[in-house]
């Protein structure tokens, strides 16, 4: 079984700061891409940022320059750094991997989603 826990979400003010990090665990191989994406009430997931194994990132339109995004392949860890926030960034945060689950087979897991809310 594959867990994907979340953490670091909560409620700031317009222009701060939040950091939001996602450990993997369970039987894999080994993990792909990694990704965050975020889910506001009312509008479909969208893809925030994602990172490969090698340490290629994208970002949305919407949150480059404001977001980052890292990963810890040792501790199957992904990380977002979210600066300058916005009201419009309030939404449920999930953290997405891709990972093998066996020599040719990789899966979808997703974590619980965690609430970011920016006032303004």
């Known amino acids: 079984q594959v867990q994907l826990v979340e953490s670091g979400g909560g409620l700031v003010q317009a222009g701060g700061s939040l950091s939001l990090s996602c450990g993997v665990s369970?039987?894999?191989?080994?993990?792909?891409?990694m990704n965050w994406y975020r889910q506001a009430p009312g509008k479909q997931r969208e893809l925030v940022a994602g990172?490969?194994?090698?340490?290629?990132?994208n970002y949305a339109d919407s949150v480059k320059g404001r977001f980052t995004i890292s990963r810890n392949n040792a501790r199957n860890t992904v990380y977002l750094q979210m600066n300058l926030l916005k009201p419009e960034d309030t939404a449920v945060y999930y953290c997405?991997?891709?990972?093998?689950?066996?020599?040719?087979?990789?899966?979808?897991?997703w974590g619980q989603g965690t609430q970011v809310t920016v006032s303004s």
């Open positions: 997405n991997a891709n990972a093998y689950v066996s020599s040719y087979d990789t899966d979808d897991f």
């Open positions: 369970g039987n894999i191989f080994s993990i792909n891409a």
């Open positions: 990172i490969t194994a090698g340490g290629s990132t």
